[in-house]
């Protein structure tokens, strides 16, 4: 089975950094995505980790440890258009059939 | 470049009836996947078609069932709706390739509402 956790709210104020986190628990493993998602809009594709380690694109970052179960998605200089749900799911053995957790809503503030 | 477009957008529905949704993958793409998203939830696994095949499938029941055409879109099929099929309807489109994950495409989703 899947079992994916995340914060289901969280808020910082604008210029900052925040970091969302994911844990997984999955009896299979092909990689994790992060998406983001503006409310009533599709889900984007932010990051994609296989590997151990930190991937930098811009002013997001994403971290995983498959060792334990773990990522997490660094947003720095937050913005207000950075408002929005992201969502962590995870690759299994199936090809391109992700398992998505339940999203964290960032809000950010002035 | 079209991404992946759905139709329609919106759709309003009463219990028992049936409903098909339409999607049109992301151009190059060759795999189509369905997603159920309740209000405030992560998107849920419906299925997914390759190859104009059901390839996989999520925890649904067999009220849900699909297809997919020579031309890659696809359709999503419910019959005898409940009140708790009310949800948004995503459709992710990408590349199979061996070996790993591509990352989905989403469509701006189909919003069902069953009363």
């Known amino acids: 089975g899947q079992n994916i956790d995340q914060p289901t709210e969280m808020t910082a104020t604008e210029g900052a950094i925040v970091q969302i986190n994911c844990t997984y628990q999955t009896s299979g493993f092909n990689g994790l995505f992060w998406y983001q998602q503006h409310a009533g809009e599709a889900p984007t594709f932010l990051s994609y980790n296989v590997l151990d380690g930190l991937e930098e694109k811009g002013r997001f970052s994403s971290f995983l440890s498959r060792s334990k179960g773990y990522s997490y998605l660094l947003l720095k200089e937050l913005q207000m258009k950075d408002s929005a749900s992201y969502l962590c799911a995870v690759g299994g053995n199936a090809g391109n059939m992700l398992t998505f957790g339940g999203g964290t809503r960032l809000m950010v503030k002035p | 470049d079209a991404g992946v477009t759905q139709s329609p957008t919106h759709l309003i529905k009463t219990r028992g009836q049936q409903v098909t949704l339409r999607c049109s993958p992301k151009?190059?793409?060759?795999?189509v996947s369905w997603y159920q998203q309740a209000l405030g939830q992560g998107p849920q696994f419906i299925f997914q078609y390759y190859e104009e095949e059901e390839r996989q499938r999520g925890n649904f029941p067999d009220r849900f069932s699909g297809h997919q055409f020579p031309n890659y879109s696809s359709e999503l099929n419910v019959n005898a709706l409940l009140l708790g099929d009310s949800a948004l309807y995503l459709c992710?489109?990408?590349?199979?390739?061996?070996?790993?994950?591509?990352?989905?495409?989403f469509g701006n989703g189909t919003r069902l509402t069953v009363t």
């Open positions: 992710a489109s990408s590349l199979l390739r061996p070996g790993g994950d591509s990352p989905l495409h």
């Open positions: 151009s190059g793409h060759d795999t």
